[in-house]
């Protein structure tokens, strides 16, 4: 709890001193109440597994998850990284206390669980996936709330780009935070990315990190936009600032590039 306590204060006390550095959108985003968000990830084997847990997410797990509160909810494949197949779901949430109670409501919904019982009931000799992971994160203060690409809704074409930031001490992580509110949301902008949430972890493995999703409408575009970034005067000014290059502040990079389901809402 206190590490948790250490890790939100100082990252407000960051976005505080740095809000004379962000641009208006921002400021005005930093004053609005932060979401919560769970990330799971299904991995399974593939065959029956995969279609079971598609039927899963799209028929039963979404529409209920949206009853409560809990909305856009993405649904995304792994289609380049690790242990494949994985279903990465997203939850964001305005609170907290929806996500955390959200598995015990679900059991309390007629609908959800005749929906589910495929899912649920699968036996041992033959179950829905291997195993889940979940991670629980607060939004960063100055991106408060998910956006939805602008495609999304025509369902056109995109892939997403999860990418997660191990730091080697929480002070690395505070830094890297920081590095974010001093300018780096703006050079994702000016280099035309779709970027979809940035995350604190609070709950998860391999603490303390953070993760962010972007958005694109190919890989094609996904390269030429990180060229963008990297040829970025502020971002070079910001990468050979003392405050953040004095030592490495990321030790590990996790970079996942993902397709969204036809039933995913984000």
């Known amino acids: 709890m206190k590490r948790r306590q250490f890790l939100t204060s100082s990252v407000a006390a960051s976005a505080l001193a740095l809000a004379g550095k962000t641009s208006e959108a921002q400021s005005a985003s930093a ?3 932060r979401e919560y968000y769970e990330l799971r ?12 847990t598609d039927a899963y997410i799209s ?12 909305s856009p909810v993405g649904a995304f494949t792994l289609t380049l990284g690790p242990e494949t ?6 939850l964001p949430c305005p609170k907290l206390e929806t996500l ?11 609908t959800f669980m ?5 899912f649920w009931d699968a036996p041992a000799s033959a179950p829905a996936f291997v195993r889940m992971e979940s991670s629980l994160m607060i939004a960063f203060e100055g991106w408060p709330k998910l956006v939805v690409p602008p495609v999304t809704a025509q369902h056109g074409k995109r892939i997403f780009q999860l990418r997660i930031y191990e730091s080697p001490s929480d002070q690395a992580h505070v830094r890297k935070v920081e590095m974010f509110h001093s300018g780096e949301f703006n050079v994702f902008q000016r280099a035309g990315f779709w970027p979809v949430f940035y995350g604190d972890v ?58 969204p389901t036809s039933y995913s809402q984000i």
């Open 59 to 70: 028929n039963a797990l979404i529409p209920a998850l949206n009853r409560l509160g809990i």
């Open 85 to 90: 197949p994985t279903l990465y779901v997203l």
């Open 202 to 259: 609070l709950v998860g493995p391999r603490l303390p990190k953070l993760t962010y999703m972007l958005s694109y409408p190919d890989l094609g575009e996904m390269n030429a936009k990180w060229a963008a970034f990297g040829a970025d005067p502020e971002w070079k000014k910001l990468t050979s600032s003392p405050r953040f290059n004095f030592e490495e502040i990321v030790s590990n990079i996790t970079n996942l590039v993902l397709t």
């Open 31 to 33: 004053v609005l109440p």
């Open 100 to 110: 955390a109670t959200a598995q015990l409501r679900l059991t309390q919904d007629p």
């Open 114 to 118: 005749q929906a589910a019982a495929p």
């Open 41 to 52: 990830a299904y991995h399974m084997q593939t065959g029956p597994q995969t279609k079971l």
